[in-house]
């Protein structure tokens, strides 16, 4: 009989290659988590800032018939009739608390939206206001320092973080 070879090939994983793995990918998850939260974060206060300037046209428009878009809505979602849902303005899942016009027909004024409905934790309280000057030249400013988690990173362009 001759000696007979047997192949003692590896099948599978050791276990030091799984706990390897799984240490990457905790050390990938620990990166990625954060950067995830603050782009979600990012994203929300550009989307609010964004319907908020939306009604910009809708006040200019206001303001040039010589009527007042002076308003404080105080509802969520706009009830036909008030000024807010007659400049066009439609309820953000973003903003749970109704958003504030004070610009009486001089011009002077601003619009208020406090990120408090369905956003992340870390910005709630956030603050989105846009002021006009009497010559009609707007600004804007996001107030982060009510958020727990507010970085000026969140700021989206044309609108720094006061």
Known sequence: MKNMKINHAQKGFTLIELMI?????????????????DYIS??????????????????????????????VDTTVA????TPAAELGWTASNLLGTALAINIPATGVGTVVAVLDGDVSSGITG?????????????TCAVDGSTATAFKESFAPAGCPAS
Do not use: F
């Open 42 to 71: 990012r994203t929300q206060v550009s989307r609010v800032v964004g319907e908020v300037s939306a009604l910009k046209t809708a006040i200019e428009e206001e303001l040039m018939r010589g009527d007042a878009p002076n308003a």
């Open 126 to 138: 956030t603050t989105v206001t846009l002021d006009r000057t009497a010559t009609g030249i707007w």
């Open 78 to 81: 706009p009830i036909p009739g």
């Open 21 to 37: 793995v799984v240490a990457i990918i905790g050390i990938l998850a620990a990166i990625a988590i954060p950067q995830y939260q």
